[in-house]
């Protein structure tokens, strides 16, 4: 099995999961941009991958933002869930 399907069913929390999968989408998204920078196409032609790279960016960081909301609360309500006294 590759290491991402280990990754991805792992018993990592949910949040972290969604945590790194957007910093991946957001770092993927740019990668347009520094090729299009990197082989002199400045100016007009880096328009649409400067596009790409900004909404990416802020999308992969609302969805970082979600991933930690809710790895903060998954620790939260499983350290206050009450033990089962048997």
Do not use: D, Q
Request: with cysteine.
């Amino acid at each position: 099995m590759n290491p991402i399907c280990r990754f991805y069913r792992s018993a990592t929390p949910t949040g972290a999961k969604i945590i790194v999968t957007c910093l991946m989408l957001g770092v993927l998204s740019t990668v347009p941009l520094w090729l299009s920078l990197g082989f002199g196409l400045a100016g007009e032609g880096a328009t649409t991958p400067g596009v790409i790279a900004m909404f990416g960016t802020i999308f992969s960081g609302l969805g970082a933002a979600i991933g930690a909301l809710w790895l903060v609360v998954s620790w939260l309500w499983r350290r206050r869930a009450p033990h089962s006294s048997e």
